[in-house]
């Protein structure tokens, strides 16, 4: 096995123990006929020139990355923002959405669902079904639908259908629900866009493939900002995964390079609200996935918290469970109170509001310690706009 | 196994039916399975609810989130099967996703099987490889049947591989759909049945999804070993509860021309 290959996919679309495709036979055909085809669509001059083009005239790349002087004053280190809030729609869900979208459009689909959690995955994906004239459909939790109004209104605006997931808790775990169940009913026209690094195989590595666009530039940018090629750290926020897979790919076998994953512990993780799952870390299948996920002893799937929407999924992408794993990453977790202080701070200090995933991320410079001439790249990985109700209850303005 | 074998062989028009464990209320299980054999049922496939039944629409979701909120476990259902299985001699099949087994640990699961007298399992989301790689010993050795599913999708030499490595019967899912979601038979999918049996099969098939009066019943036997209503008979016991004269009238009306 190649070093290269060692925190990547392997050809049965595992990641060390973790990933694989454990789907009902009503969705192999589909799977199977993506799997064929997205390397070489993914490859290829066409899609690689018409992908480029997308991120770099409508999605606005590349997206800074800004040395953050008040903030490294403050924990006597260098920090770097990348700046993913920067993007068309206000979030890196847009990087993967318009590379989806093109695969989709290769492969003759012309029906698109979607699942969404806070709306920002629903957004993107409306957004680039807008830009190639597709229908649209997306399944939010009721919960979520109420809880997200603006981005349901957003997605509506932009020509897509929005679906009430009504089944279980009425989540984003019950809208992935709704949206596997919508593929298996319609598995000729549809194509499927998941929104994270989650799913059966080839999900989470096309998924990773198309945000890894953020450590591509991550790596030039750096180079032109220090003397070194390389940045101490890579720090992110997890959800399913995809920003912090983006974020990490192209410095997975740099092991000079520390990267750190950072989940929503809620309430804390000893709490029962929690969306912490690699610290409570319990393998079993989630949609398609064998990863560590946050389960009952009777393997029934419990519904995670956290402050943040992106966050609370009770799983996590099988590429990072592989990285805690191999210890290659490091994991750690902020809770809702240390998501607020840090986004407050950050809004302060530098004039960026970041999305409450987000400062889940930045929350980091408190929790670690860094040398003073460390360069410690975080990814804001959206702003903060979706949340400013939260920010307004919360802190009183 | 053998109890399903012996029925594949000697009888034709299998009518099979699909309920979930704990639903309506958690000691429901072992009365619907009573008077479901009263009634002249011939197999049943018993739900193992979970949360996240993805390939179920919404009656059978429904089902599994009462049942769990009812308190129903793998653990809890084996003890209800091995109290009342002397009495039944109905085949017992059980139904459900792959986490709450993996969980439960698929070793014991499968050894528990064998304890109480479960002959089956179907379990959609067991991928047919790491079946054949990690399980498909143990199953046999166990003597319990793997039920796989083959949709109007599977290419032909994929339901081969899965013929070759199936021992009880093959679960036909009648159409593109989650369970509960069309009703009637079209052309296009009595199509799908043909092009299946002419395939030579060696394992008999079983039609499921969108099984749910005596037409789509009648109909289906005359493309398969026999047919399985799922949604159909939760929708009864959602409306009739465990009601063994509501059950019976169910059973008899569906199967009143087989
Ligand atoms: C701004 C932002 N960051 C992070 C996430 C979490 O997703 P992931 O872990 O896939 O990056 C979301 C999801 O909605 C998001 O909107």
């Given at each position: 096995?190649?070093k290269?290959?060692?925190?990547q996919?392997?050809?049965?679309?595992?990641y060390?123990?973790?990933?694989?495709?454990?789907i009902p036979?009503?969705?192999?055909?589909?799977?199977?006929?993506?799997?064929?085809?997205?390397?070489?669509?993914?490859?290829?001059e066409?899609?690689q020139?018409?992908?480029?083009?997308?991120?770099?005239?409508?999605?606005g790349?590349?997206?800074?990355?800004?040395?953050?002087?008040?903030?490294?004053?403050?924990?006597n280190?260098?920090?770097?923002?990348k700046?993913?809030d920067?993007?068309?729609t206000?979030?890196h869900?847009?990087?993967?959405?318009?590379g989806?979208?093109?695969?989709?459009?290769?492969m003759?689909?012309?029906?698109?669902?979607?699942?969404?959690g806070a709306g920002?995955?629903?957004?993107?994906?409306a957004?680039?079904c807008?830009l190639?004239?597709?229908?649209?459909v997306?399944?939010?939790?009721?919960?979520?639908?109420e809880?997200?109004?603006?981005n349901?209104?957003?997605?509506?605006?932009?020509?897509?259908?929005v679906?009430?997931?009504?089944?279980?808790?009425?989540?984003?775990?019950?809208?992935?629900?709704?949206?596997?169940?919508?593929?298996?009913?319609?598995?000729?026209?549809?194509?499927?866009?998941?929104g994270?690094?989650v799913?059966?195989?080839?999900?989470?590595?096309?998924?990773?493939r198309?945000?890894a666009?953020?450590?591509?530039?991550?790596?030039w940018?750096?180079?032109?900002?220090?003397?070194k090629?390389?940045?101490d750290?890579v720090?992110?926020?997890?959800?399913?995964?995809?920003?912090?897979?983006?974020?990490?790919?192209?410095?997975?076998?740099?092991?000079?390079v520390?990267?750190?994953?950072?989940e929503?512990?809620?309430?804390?993780?000893?709490?029962?609200?929690?969306?912490?799952?690699?610290?409570?870390?319990?393998l079993?299948?989630?949609?398609?996935?064998?990863?560590?996920?946050m389960?009952?002893?009777?393997?029934?799937?419990t519904?995670p918290y956290?402050?943040s929407?992106?966050?609370?999924?009770?799983?996590?992408?099988?590429?990072?469970?592989?990285?805690?794993?191999?210890?290659?990453?490091?994991?750690?977790s902020?809770t809702d109170?240390d998501?607020?202080?840090?986004?407050k701070?950050?809004?302060?200090?530098?004039?960026?509001?970041?999305a409450?995933?987000?400062?889940?991320?930045?929350?980091?410079?408190?929790?670690?310690?860094?040398?003073?001439?460390?360069?410690?790249?975080?990814?804001v990985?959206?702003?903060?706009?979706?949340?400013?109700?939260?920010?307004?209850?919360?802190?009183?303005? | 196994?053998?109890?399903?074998?012996?029925?594949?062989?000697?009888?034709?028009?299998i009518f099979?039916?699909?309920y979930?464990?704990g639903?309506?209320?958690?000691?429901d299980?072992?009365?619907?399975?009573?008077?479901l054999?009263?009634?002249?049922?011939?197999?049943?496939?018993?739900?193992?609810p979970f949360?996240?039944?993805?390939?179920?629409?919404?009656?059978?979701?429904?089902?599994?989130?009462?049942?769990l909120?009812?308190?129903?476990?793998i653990n809890?259902?084996f003890?209800?099967i091995?109290?009342?299985?002397?009495?039944?001699?109905?085949p017992?099949v059980?139904?459900?996703?792959?986490?709450?087994?993996?969980?439960?640990?698929?070793?014991?699961f499968?050894s528990?099987?064998?304890?109480?007298?479960?002959?089956?399992?179907?379990?959609?989301?067991?991928?047919?490889?790491?079946?054949h790689?990690?399980?498909?010993?143990?199953?046999?050795?166990a003597?319990?049947?793997?039920?796989f599913?083959?949709?109007?999708q599977t290419?032909?030499e994929?339901?081969q591989?899965?013929?070759?490595?199936?021992?009880?019967?093959?679960?036909?899912v009648s159409?593109?759909?989650?369970?509960?979601?069309k009703?009637?038979l079209?052309?296009?999918q009595?199509?799908?049945?043909?092009?299946?049996?002419?395939?030579?099969l060696?394992t008999?098939?079983?039609?499921?999804?969108?099984?749910?009066?005596?037409?789509?019943?009648?109909?289906?036997?005359?493309y398969?070993?026999g047919?399985i209503?799922?949604?159909?008979?939760?929708k009864?016991?959602?409306?009739?509860?465990a009601?063994?004269?509501?059950?019976?009238?169910?059973?008899?009306?569906?199967?009143?021309?087989?």
């Open positions: 096995m190649s290269k290959n060692k925190y996919v392997d050809e049965k679309g595992m060390g123990r973790f990933g694989g495709a454990f036979e009503m969705l192999y055909p589909n799977i199977e006929n993506l799997k064929t085809v997205y390397l070489d669509i993914i490859n290829s066409a899609f020139n018409e992908y480029k083009a997308l991120l770099k005239d409508y999605v790349r590349p997206s800074p990355l800004y040395y953050a002087k008040r903030l490294s004053e403050k924990y280190t260098q920090v770097y923002l700046r993913e920067l993007n068309h206000g979030a869900k847009i990087n993967n959405t318009v989806q979208i093109l695969i989709a459009k290769h003759g689909k012309d029906r698109i669902i979607a699942e969404t920002q995955h629903g957004v993107a994906t957004t680039a807008a190639m004239g597709l229908q649209c997306v399944y939010m939790g009721e919960v979520d639908i809880r997200q109004a603006p349901v209104a957003r997605m509506k605006m932009l020509g897509a259908e679906v009430a997931a009504k089944s279980g808790s009425k989540t984003l775990k019950d809208a992935t629900n709704e949206a596997l169940r919508d593929w298996i009913c319609n598995p000729e026209d549809t194509f499927y866009l998941i994270s690094v799913g059966p195989h080839p999900y989470p590595d096309m998924v990773a198309l945000q666009i953020i450590s591509e530039e991550i790596k940018q750096i180079k032109e900002k220090t003397d090629d390389y940045p750290y720090i992110a926020c997890v959800g399913g995964g995809s920003n912090a897979a983006g974020s990490f790919y192209h410095f997975l076998d740099d092991e000079r520390s990267l750190v994953a950072v929503a512990s809620g309430m804390g993780v000893d709490s029962g609200e929690t969306a912490a799952t690699i610290a409570l870390g319990d079993g299948i989630i949609h398609g996935s064998k990863t560590f996920l389960q009952s002893d009777d393997g029934q799937i519904e956290s402050i929407a992106g966050l609370d999924y009770p799983g996590i992408g099988p590429q990072h469970a592989h990285l805690h794993d191999t210890k290659r990453g490091s994991f750690i902020a109170a998501a607020l202080e840090a986004a701070e950050l809004t302060q200090l530098e004039g960026i509001i970041p409450l995933e987000s400062a889940h991320a930045l929350s980091a410079l408190s929790k670690m310690s860094f040398k003073k001439d460390d360069s410690v790249v975080i990814t990985s959206g702003r903060g706009d979706k949340d400013m109700a939260t920010y307004m209850n919360r802190f009183g303005f | 196994m053998k109890r399903i074998q012996k029925l594949l062989q000697e009888k034709k028009d099979s039916v699909y979930t464990a639903y309506p209320n958690l000691d299980t072992m009365p619907i399975l009573n008077a054999q009263k009634a002249g049922c011939d197999l049943v496939e018993i739900g193992m949360s996240d039944p993805l390939a179920d629409g919404p009656t059978i979701q429904h089902s599994s989130e009462q049942a909120e009812n308190g129903m476990s809890l259902l003890e209800q091995k109290e009342l299985r002397p009495s039944i001699t109905m017992i059980l139904m459900g996703y792959i986490n709450p087994v993996f969980k439960y640990g698929v070793e014991a499968i528990k099987c064998q304890e109480v007298g479960v002959d089956g399992v179907i379990l959609p989301d067991l991928p047919f490889d790491e079946y790689e990690k399980y498909q010993t143990l199953f046999e050795e003597g319990i049947a793997n039920t599913l083959i949709t109007p290419p032909n994929r339901i591989l899965i013929d070759a490595n199936s021992n009880g019967f093959i679960y036909m159409s593109s759909a989650v369970t509960g979601a009703s009637g079209s052309d296009e009595l199509d799908y049945f043909n092009r299946v049996n002419s395939l030579d060696n008999p098939r079983i039609i499921g999804f969108g099984i749910s009066n005596q037409s789509t019943f009648e109909t289906a036997c005359q398969a070993s047919a209503v799922g949604s159909a008979f939760v009864l016991l959602k409306e009739k509860g009601d063994e004269s509501a059950i019976n009238d169910f059973v008899k009306d569906i199967k009143r021309n087989n």
